[in-house]
C-alpha cells in the first residue's frame, strides 16, 4: 500500500471539560445527562448534526417494544427518554408491546432540549479522529469538523460511538466478530399516504406473530416457546408476492419485517425490512455500499408494499435513515465480560449499575422477558483493559456474542451510559481513578437518579 506522511502541526485546544462524552445515541445521551445531573462540567460530541444516534440518525424508534405486562424494566434515565418524549408529543403506542414508539424526526428536538436543561456543552458536527494520549491515559480527542482539526481536553472520556473507536485508537483491547457473521445492518425507512384504516383491517384479518419470524434466512430464529403466540407486526407475505410476481429479484428473498406505528394522518414509520449481510460499520467502503444498496432494496419494498399490501395503494417513500443502522462490530475486552449465561441466567452482580430485562434479539435468538426475569449491567465490563480515564457505554461494552444480543438494544444501551456517566463524575469529585471508583458512592449517585440497581 501506497503511504504519504502527514506533516506534525499544532492543533488548537478549543475547548475544555470534565466529562466528555463521544457519541450522543442512547448511551451517549443517557451519559452525558448523568454526569452533568451529577455536578461536572459534560460535554457531548456527535459527527452529525442532531443528538439521538440509533433513535434519531437511523431511525429506530422502537425503543422498549420488549416490554410486556409481566416485565421488570430498567429505571433511570432510559424510560425517561420515552417518558420525555411522549410528554412533548414525539412518541405514539408501540403495537406489540407496553411501550410508545419514538417520532425519530421530533426526537431531535427532545434531545436538544434535556441536553440544554441539564448544562450540557453541545458540540455537534464533530468526527473523533483519535485520541489524545499521554502514556496508556487518555486526556481527551481530536476532532475533525468544517473547522478543520481541533481538540478536546477532558478529565475522562466516555466511548459511546457505538463501535469503540475511542477505545481501539487508544490501544484498548478489543475485538469484533468476523465479517461474514455479522448481525445484519439495516436501512430504516418510512412511508406516508397510507390508509390507516385498510391496512390495520389486513393486520388483523391476517395477525402475525413471532412464530411467522421463522423460515426466511435473517428471520430463522429459537424462542424459548412462550414468544411464538404473540402478536408481531410482521410483514412478510406482500413481499413473498413480490417475487412471485417479478416485481423483487430471487436474491431479495429475505426482505421482510416489521413496521412500528401507523399514524391518523397516514404515515407508516420505523420499517425494518432491509438487511444488509457481511456490512463491517467500521468500513467506510461497506458503509458506502450498504448505504447505496440498501436504499434500492428501499424503494423496492415500498413498490412491493404499494402493489400488494391493502392500505398502501396510494403510499409513498416519507424518508430513509440518515445513515444504516449498524449492529454489530467491535466491542471492548473489558475488566469484566458478560456472557450468555449471565444474560440468560439472571446474574448478579455487587458492581451493578442498573437492570435489564431478559430480552435477547440477535445471532438467530428471541427471547422476550414476559416472565419477569433480568440481569445486572456490571460496571466491570464498561471498563476496558490498559487505558486510564476511558469508559465505554453502549453496544460495546464487554461481553460475548449472545450477552451482545442482549446490551446491544437501546434502552440497555442507557442503561450502561448513565453507569458511565455517573462513574466519571464521581471519580473526579473523589479524585479517584474509573479502576477504583467507590461503587457505593457511584450506586448512590445512580438511585438518587432514579435508577434500578439491584
Known amino acids: 500500500m501506497m503511504r504519504i506522511t502527514e506533516p506534525s502541526r499544532q492543533i488548537d485546544v478549543v475547548h475544555q471539560t470534565d466529562v466528555l462524552v463521544v457519541g450522543s445515541g442512547p448511551g451517549g445521551l443517557a451519559a452525558a445527562l448523568a454526569a ?80 440544554a436543561e441539564a448544562g450540557i456543552h453541545p458540540m455537534l458536527h464533530r468526527l473523533c479522529v483519535a485520541p489524545i494520549m499521554e502514556g496508556d491515559t487518555i486526556h481527551g480527542v481530536i476532532v475533525e469538523s468544517k473547522a478543520g482539526r481541533e481538540a478536546i481536553l477532558a478529565k475522562r472520556v466516555i466511548d459511546a460511538t457505538g463501535d469503540a473507536d475511542i477505545a481501539a485508537r487508544a490501544g484498548a483491547p478489543v475485538h469484533k466478530t468476523p465479517r461474514e457473521k455479522m448481525l445484519s445492518a439495516s436501512v430504516m425507512f418510512s412511508m406516508n399516504g397510507v390508509n390507516k384504516a385498510r391496512f390495520i383491517a389486513q393486520v388483523k384479518a391476517d395477525p402475525q406473530t413471532y412464530a411467522d419470524w421463522g423460515g426466511n434466512g435473517e428471520w430463522d430464529i429459537a424462542t424459548d416457546g412462550k414468544e411464538d403466540a404473540l402478536f408481531s407486526p410482521f410483514l412478510r407475505k406482500p413481499f413473498k408476492m413480490a417475487l412471485e410476481a417479478g416485481l423483487l429479484p430471487d436474491n431479495l428473498a429475505t426482505i421482510a419485517g416489521t413496521w412500528g406505528t401507523v399514524s391518523d394522518q397516514g404515515d407508516l414509520t420505523y420499517l425494518n425490512m432491509v438487511h444488509l449481510f457481511a456490512c463491517d460499520g467500521t468500513n467506510p467502503d461497506d458503509l458506502t455500499r450498504g448505504e447505496i444498496e440498501g ?41 469484566y465480560n458478560l456472557t450468555e449465561e449471565d444474560v440468560r441466567g439472571q446474574a448478579r452482580f455487587e458492581d451493578s449499575v442498573g437492570i435489564f430485562p431478559e430480552f435477547i434479539d440477535g445471532y438467530g435468538v428471541l427471547i422476550l422477558p414476559t416472565t419477569g426475569r433480568y440481569f445486572h449491567v456490571p460496571y466491570r465490563a464498561l471498563l476496558p483493559r490498559k487505558i486510564g480515564n476511558l469508559l465505554v457505554a453502549g453496544r460495546s461494552i464487554g461481553g460475548d456474542k449472545i450477552s451482545h444480543a442482549a446490551v446491544r438494544n437501546m434502552m440497555c444501551c442507557a442503561v450502561a451510559g448513565q ?14 481513578s474509573l479502576d477504583s471508583v467507590d461503587m457505593h458512592v457511584v450506586q448512590g449517585e445512580l438511585r438518587r437518579q432514579g435508577a434500578r440497581i439491584k
Open 36 to 115: 452533568a445531573r451529577a455536578g461536572v462540567e459534560t460535554t457531548l460530541v456527535d459527527r452529525y448534526g442532531c443528538f439521538g444516534g440509533n433513535i434519531t440518525q437511523v431511525g429506530v424508534e422502537g425503543f422498549a417494544w420488549y416490554r410486556h405486562p409481566a416485565t421488570i424494566d430498567s429505571e433511570g434515565i432510559g424510560p425517561e427518554l420515552e417518558a420525555r418524549a411522549k410528554a412533548m408529543g414525539a412518541a405514539a403506542p408501540e403495537p406489540q408491546s407496553m411501550s410508545h414508539a419514538l417520532d425519530a424526526e421530533m426526537f431531535k428536538y427532545v434531545a436538544d432540549v434535556m441536553v
Open 295 to 335: 436504499r434500492r432494496q428501499a424503494v423496492l419494498a415500498v413498490a412491493a408494499l404499494k402493489r400488494f399490501m391493502p392500505g398502501c395503494e396510494d403510499a409513498k417513500l416519507r424518508n430513509f435513515g440518515m445513515t444504516l443502522g449498524i449492529r454489530d462490530t467491535r466491542k471492548i475486552d473489558a475488566v
Open 419 to 432: 453507569g458511565a456517566g455517573v462513574a466519571a463524575a464521581v471519580s473526579i469529585k473523589a479524585g479517584r
